[in-house]
């Protein structure tokens, strides 16, 4: 799709999500991901993505990042043709999110799917993405633009409140700049 038609604009998108002015609604259950199928899953995303606990591959691969952090989740980098492409593949997840290390370094902690709430994914989340779990979708609102559908799955960062929750309370996760309101 050619960059100017987009739903949505790809700075605006990052903007508000790096300003941290986001609501969520979260929907579906909770998940008990260290069942056997799941933990299969998971450690095939956390392998494919391995690559970009560099940020500069994420980069190359076409993820652009912001330079504000959202409280509870870190920074985003998103592929916005990913976004675009009409629906999420497990081993191609359209986010990544990064915590930052005392020493300044970013660290991969998530990978975050993200689909348009719209078309065939208007009124329910996507299904069927991780086999053997019904994880967490919220809907992220960023006001004048259309909703989206967002599943963080934290792959490479233990999250102690659960592998598929949005926020992750580690001080990494938590910069002293990010806006907590």
């Known amino acids: 799709m050619d960059p100017e038609h987009r739903p949505f604009q790809r700075r605006t998108v990052l903007k508000t999500i790096g300003a941290g002015a986001v609501s969520s609604v979260a929907l579906s259950g909770a998940v008990a991901a260290h069942r056997g199928g799941v933990s299969r ?15 500069v591959n994420a980069e190359a691969d076409g993820y652009e990042g912001e330079d504000q952090a959202v409280c509870g989740m870190g920074y985003h980098y998103v592929n916005f043709d990913l976004v675009s492409d009409g629906g999420p593949e497990k081993l191609r997840p ?76 580690r001080k990494q996760f938590h910069p002293e700049d990010c806006d907590s309101h």
């Open 94 to 169: 359209e986010g990544m999110v990064y915590g930052e290390t005392d020493g300044g370094n970013l660290v991969l902690g998530a990978v975050e799917y993200i689909v348009p709430k719209a078309g065939s994914y208007e009124a329910d989340p996507p299904s069927g993405l991780f086999d053997h779990a019904d994880p967490e979708w919220d809907i992220l609102d960023l006001g004048e633009m259309p909703l989206l559908w967002t599943l963080h799955a934290w792959v490479h960062t233990h999250n102690p409140d659960g592998v598929f929750h949005h926020t992750n309370p």
């Open 41 to 55: 899953e998971l450690a095939e995303v956390r392998s494919t993505t391995a690559e970009y606990n560099n940020p």
